[in-house]
């Protein structure tokens, strides 16, 4: 919840509204786990409370441990169904991947959540609940997060309603005071709530683009129909990426489909004098998809290519691959009904 809500809730409870701020600061500064943990507020509204809410913090039911010190966790959501979130430790940083619904509509050809068909949207406090239980507090070892990234299961613009609040939630000084700049957004470019999350906040944004060829992209990336890619990169064009807000555009690479120098060519003239980076991940085979990752000479090459042009691209430390948690691999197949 938010402050303003939080603020109605102490209302019904006929609490004075500063209670709203005490709840406030228990949930995200001191993440109270109970409501009795709350000593500044009465037993009889703690009552209250408890009776009429519960505070969702809901522990991961199981945790996968890359080599690479990477942690993949499955949460439950209810009604049998689960999601993962990834936590990527990355020297002084430790990033999580939080899933923003329960399989996606997008339906990416290369993407194992996508097989899975969509199946629900998370709430806030689902979405909340990845970022206040990763690490857990018997991990004093693991670094606490200082990065989210919207890039796990789902399109998260598909469920912005949510994913909004949950920005809120992160940014607002009786939040978790985060800067925006820890904040990324991933999506296929969905609109118009594309040009709302660019209204409306300062987090950073990550377009998945994949490949500059229209017929090539709507082959593989559905959206590309409702939302072009073209149409896209106009609305972006709108916005300043020089400064505080990062864009970066995605782009998997695929052996013998997009990593040769006319994609790359393609890609350059679709970016044009956009102020952005290209991020070139490497591809992970998913069961029933018959494409192959491009070889690391082809991503230098593509890599290089790119940087002559003037565009920044970087290729993509792969995480977490020998636990299915890395890019396009999170689907929760055995239980996700
Ligand atoms: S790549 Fe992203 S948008 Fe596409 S199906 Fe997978 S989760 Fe959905």
Same mark, same amino acid.
Not at 51 to 60: F, Q, S, T
Not at 246 to 267: F, Q, T
Not at 273 to 295: K, M, T, W, Y
């Given at each position: ?61 199981? %945790? ?55 199946? %629900? ?30 890039? &796990? ?18 940014? %607002? ?136 042009? &003037?565009?920044? %691209? ?24």
């Amino acid at each position: 919840m938010t402050l303003a809500e939080l603020q109605d809730v102490a209302y019904r409870g006929g609490m004075p509204r500063f209670v709203g701020k005490q709840l406030a600061e228990w949930l995200y500064s001191k993440r109270a786990a109970s409501f009795d943990e709350m000593v500044n507020i009465s037993k009889k509204n703690k009552e209250w409370l408890a009776a009429n809410y519960e505070i969702g913090r809901v522990a991961p039911s199981k %945790a996968s441990k890359s080599a690479d010190g990477t942690v993949k966790y499955l949460f439950p959501v209810g009604g049998g169904r689960t999601i993962e979130s990834v936590y990527i430790p990355d020297k002084e940083r430790a990033t999580i991947c939080v899933s923003s619904q329960v399989g996606c509509k997008m339906n990416c050809y290369f993407c194992a959540t996508g097989k899975m068909g969509f199946k %629900a949207n998370l709430t806030a406090a689902q979405i909340i609940n990845q970022i206040l239980s990763v690490p857990p507090a018997d991990a004093p070892h693991m670094n606490p997060l200082t990065n989210v990234v919207f890039m &796990g299961m789902g399109e998260p613009l598909d469920n912005f309603q949510e994913v909004s609040r949950v920005i809120e939630i992160l940014t %607002a000084p009786w939040g978790l005071a985060w800067s925006p700049k820890r904040i990324t957004v991933s999506t296929v470019g969905k609109m118009p709530q594309l040009k709302d999350l660019l209204d409306k906040t300062q987090v950073h944004v990550a377009v998945s683009v994949h490949t500059a060829d229209v017929a090539q992209r709507e082959s593989m990336m559905p959206a590309q129909k409702a939302f072009p890619i073209s149409t896209v990169m106009k609305v972006l064009s709108g916005y300043d990426f020089s400064h505080q807000r990062r864009l970066s555009l995605e782009y998997i690479m695929w052996k013998g489909v997009n990593d040769d120098i006319a994609h790359a060519d393609m890609l350059v003239k679709l970016i044009g004098n956009l102020e952005c980076r290209v991020n070139l991940i490497r591809f992970h085979a998913i069961p029933g998809v018959d494409l192959q990752p491009a070889s690391d000479e082809r991503m230098l090459m593509f890599r290089n290519h790119l940087n002559q042009k &003037g565009i920044t %691209a970087t290729i993509r430390a792969s995480r977490g691959e020998d636990i299915d948690a890395a890019c396009g691999m999170l689907s929760t197949k055995s239980n996700g009904r």
